[in-house]
Antibody, heavy 120, light 110 residues
Framework: EVQLVESGGGLVKPGGSLRLSCAAS????????MNWVRQAPGKGLEWVSS????????YYADSVKGRFTISRDNAKNSLYLQMNSLRAEDTAVYYC?????????????WGQGILVTVSS | NFMLTQPHSVSESPGKTVTISCTRS????????VQWYQQRPGSSPTTVIY?????PSGVPDRFSGSIDRSSNSASLTISGLRTEDEADYHC?????????FGGGTKLTVL
């Protein structure tokens, strides 16, 4: 069974940093693009960042560019999101999501999500 | 960058059919595939339609997807509505290294 389990969330002050992790199992992690998607309280989904299978191609939403860094360790079947200079508007549930099986720029499956709260 | 616009909410009775639209603001709706995700309260999104009209295994054929070039929009149609279909539905597409979601539609089955 494919599983994605996020960790590392919590409460952080504005301007602070946090590192999210996503542990993957049940599939060949190194074959898939991986992504982070977030959802602010009561709001819709927002794509955050994407990293190709070999880390050669990395993309960010404009809202996080220059502040967030996505990375992966294929030997550890893990995905990461380093979040710096956090703002109140970064408060959200962050989901780790694998690329869909057909590879055509969609997300499936998703992790259970981890809450990040940025507040003083 | 383009936007995807969905109605904020729709409602329909059990057993009926409902259609949720997703309109692309610029560029052709046909230029990149559209996906639909279902998100029940307190849960993670799950895929109900991918690549415009494909159903993942386990998704009932009551769910169908389509695109309409004339209105530059995609649609998710759910027939034979059940109370368990009550959820938020999000459309998603892609262009030029940018993944875009619609704002989500809350479906109420009453």
């Amino acid at each position: 069974e494919v599983q994605l389990v996020e960790s590392g969330g919590g409460l952080v002050k504005p301007g602070g940093s946090l590192r999210l992790s996503c542990a993957a199992s049940g599939f060949t992690f190194s074959d898939y693009r991986m992504n982070w998607v977030r959802q602010a309280p009561g709001k819709g989904l927002e794509w955050v960042s994407s990293i190709s299978s070999s880390s050669s191609y990395i993309y960010y939403a404009d809202s996080v560019k220059g502040r967030f860094t996505i990375s992966r360790d294929n030997a550890k079947n893990s995905l990461y999101l380093q979040m710096n200079s956090l703002r109140a508007e970064d408060t959200a549930v962050y989901y780790c999501a694998r690329e869909g099986d057909s590879g055509n720029y969609w997300f499936d499956p998703w992790g259970q999500g981890i809450l990040v709260t940025v507040s003083s | 960058n383009f936007m995807l616009t969905q109605p904020h909410s729709v409602s329909e009775s059990p057993g009926k059919t409902v259609t949720i639209s997703c309109t692309r603001s610029s560029g052709s709706i046909a230029s990149n595939y559209v996906q639909w995700y279902q998100q029940r309260p307190g849960s993670s999104p799950t895929t109900v339609i991918y690549e415009d009209n494909q159903r993942p295994s386990g998704v009932p054929d009551r769910f169908s997807g389509s695109i309409d070039r004339s209105s530059n929009s995609a649609s998710l149609t759910i027939s034979g509505l059940r109370t368990e279909d009550e959820a938020d539905y999000h459309c998603q597409s892609y262009d030029s290294n940018n993944w875009v979601f619609g704002g989500g539609t809350k479906l109420t089955v009453l």
